[in-house]
């Protein structure tokens, strides 16, 4: 049997077309009519004014970061439970990434948590320079809370929707709930060209700037002028070609991904010892990857147990993030919380979701979980075993 990945490229006919049409058209470079159309069709699909494509989602939140004026110096409160690139972004601004625990009921920042952080930090005359919010697994955070509380005191507020590209709070597209938004097109990601990201936002002037940016800051001349340090983080023509074929199947892509974790989760939902990744009930989240947890008392074998039998059967699974506070780089950078997000990744694991993922997959994940050798169950014991103590 063939391995069964995490999160595969779901790529087929219409990206290949668009591709063959850049290349026979010789836009190879960055910059072209395909990276136009990606654009405006990904403004489309988001529901905001403006749009640039990037090499990747980490300048995105970079170039996302300095325009809203983050700067050397400054403190930015960042969800905890994230991938290192959101953090990171901060740093190459000379900032502090400062970190805020997860909630219960979404996995995402904890708005009572964020609401504490930035009133101490009112009185304290020491607000933060923005607050980045991840939209985790393909699922919103909770922005009819966490959007007043920036409001209030004027933060900025950044949305990290790398893994939530298909999903929805209250209605609204992920990415066009905070000042700005962030995509990634990762070749794990929903919607992939392989390596590239987005930046998008009503704000035209923070776009602009991004976009001169982008392009190392070139001055309109006929020879190459440069009045500040700018980047080399455009898209290319051939990658935009690829996400625009990937944007045309965006919906089938992410029903797949639904059906694959109501599949998961009609199989394991009476498994002593495994829960879902919660559904909370202001959004309509896309199931980029379905994530569970594993109570080793319960089901007998701890999440490592299970991942370590699943990539012997061929099966990748990985385990949920680490939380930035944990991380040995960022060791040191205060944490406001952090006991949610630490039973998240003690316990936490991914299994494959990619859209391609067939049932006849999913059912041999499913019965690799169940084949998990059990070393102890908790509903075993002994009546007489004596609890605490």
Not at 250 to 258: A, G, N, T
């Given at each position: 049997?063939?391995?069964?990945?995490?999160?595969?490229?779901?790529?087929?006919?219409?990206?290949?077309?668009?591709?063959l049409d850049?290349?026979?058209?010789?836009?190879?470079?960055?910059?072209?009519?395909?990276v136009?159309?990606?654009?405006?069709?990904?403004?489309?699909?988001?529901g905001?004014?403006?749009?640039?494509?990037?090499?990747?989602?980490?300048?995105?939140?970079?170039?996302?970061?300095?325009?809203?004026g983050?700067?050397?110096?400054?403190?930015?409160?960042?969800?905890?439970?994230?991938?290192?690139?959101?953090?990171?972004?901060?740093?190459?601004?000379?900032?502090?990434?400062?970190?805020?625990?997860?909630?219960?009921?979404?996995?995402?920042?904890?708005?009572?948590?964020?609401?504490?952080?930035?009133?101490?930090?009112?009185?304290?005359?020491?607000?933060?320079?923005?607050?980045?919010?991840?939209?985790?697994?393909?699922?919103?955070?909770?922005?009819?809370?966490?959007?007043?509380?920036?409001?209030?005191?004027?933060?900025?507020?950044?949305e990290?929707?790398?893994?939530?590209?298909?999903?929805?709070?209250?209605?609204?597209?992920?990415?066009?709930?905070?000042?700005?938004?962030?995509?990634?097109?990762?070749?794990?990601?929903?919607?992939?060209?392989?390596?590239?990201?987005?930046?998008?936002?009503?704000?035209?002037?923070?776009?602009?700037?991004?976009?001169?940016?982008?392009?190392?800051?070139?001055?309109?001349?006929?020879?190459?002028?440069?009045?500040?340090?700018?980047?080399?983080?455009?898209?290319?023509?051939?990658?935009?070609?690829?996400?625009?074929?990937?944007?045309?199947?965006?919906?089938?892509?992410?029903?797949?991904?639904?059906?694959?974790?109501?599949?998961?989760?009609?199989?394991?939902?009476?498994?002593?010892?495994?829960?879902?990744?919660?559904?909370?009930p202001?959004?309509?989240?896309?199931?980029?990857?379905?994530?569970?947890?594993?109570?080793?008392?319960?089901?007998?074998?701890?999440?490592?147990?299970?991942?370590?039998?699943?990539?012997?059967?061929?099966?990748?699974?990985?385990?949920?993030?680490?939380?930035?506070?944990?991380?040995p780089?960022?060791?040191?950078?205060?944490?406001?919380?952090?006991?949610?997000?630490?039973?998240?990744?003690?316990?936490?694991?991914?299994?494959?979701?990619?859209?391609?993922?067939?049932?006849?997959?999913?059912?041999?994940?499913?019965?690799?979980?169940?084949?998990?050798?059990?070393?102890?169950?908790?509903?075993?014991?002994?009546?007489?075993?004596?609890?605490?103590?």
């Amino acid at each position: 049997m063939s391995r069964i990945y995490l999160s595969p490229p779901d790529v087929g006919p219409v990206e290949r077309a668009l591709l063959l049409d850049a290349f026979d058209s010789n836009w190879i470079a960055p910059l072209g009519p395909h990276v136009d159309a990606f654009e405006a069709e990904l403004a489309q699909e988001v529901g905001v004014a403006h749009a640039l494509a990037l090499a990747s989602g980490t300048a995105a939140l970079h170039l996302a970061l300095g325009g809203l004026g983050v700067s050397s110096g400054d403190d930015v409160l960042v969800s905890t439970l994230t991938f290192v690139a959101t953090a990171n972004a901060v740093t190459y601004l000379g900032a502090r990434p400062a970190f805020v625990d997860s909630d219960e009921s979404s996995w995402n920042m904890d708005p009572v948590l964020l609401a504490d952080e930035l009133d101490v930090r009112a009185q304290q005359d020491r607000l933060p320079a923005a607050v980045v919010v991840v939209d985790l697994y393909g699922q919103c955070a909770d922005y009819a809370r966490l959007r007043p509380l920036c409001a209030r005191y004027g933060v900025p507020l950044v949305e990290d929707a790398a893994e939530a590209i298909g999903a929805s709070c209250e209605g609204a597209a992920a990415g066009s709930l905070g000042d700005v938004g962030v995509f990634s097109f990762n070749g794990n990601k929903a919607v992939t060209t392989s390596g590239g990201g987005m930046l998008v936002s009503d704000d035209e002037e923070l776009v602009r700037r991004a976009r001169h940016l982008s392009s190392q800051a070139r001055r309109p001349a006929h020879h190459y002028e440069h009045a500040e340090v700018g980047y080399n983080y455009r898209l290319s023509n051939l990658l935009a070609a690829v996400g625009r074929g990937q944007l045309q199947r965006l919906p089938q892509m992410v029903e797949r991904r639904r059906q694959i974790y109501q599949s998961y989760q009609e199989a394991l939902a009476d498994v002593a010892g495994v829960r879902f990744m919660p559904k909370a009930p202001f959004g309509n989240p896309t199931h980029w990857l379905t994530c569970i947890t594993i109570d080793p008392q319960e089901f007998g074998a701890t999440r490592e147990d299970i991942r370590s039998h699943l990539e012997a059967l061929d099966i990748e699974a990985r385990p949920t993030w680490k939380p930035m506070h944990l991380q040995p780089v960022y060791a040191q950078h205060p944490i406001c919380g952090g006991g949610v997000a630490e039973r998240i990744f003690a316990s936490g694991l991914c299994l494959p979701s990619g859209s391609s993922l067939t049932d006849a997959g999913v059912a041999r994940v499913v019965e690799g979980i169940l084949s998990c050798p059990r070393r102890f169950r908790w509903s075993d014991a002994p009546t007489s075993v004596t609890l605490g103590g």
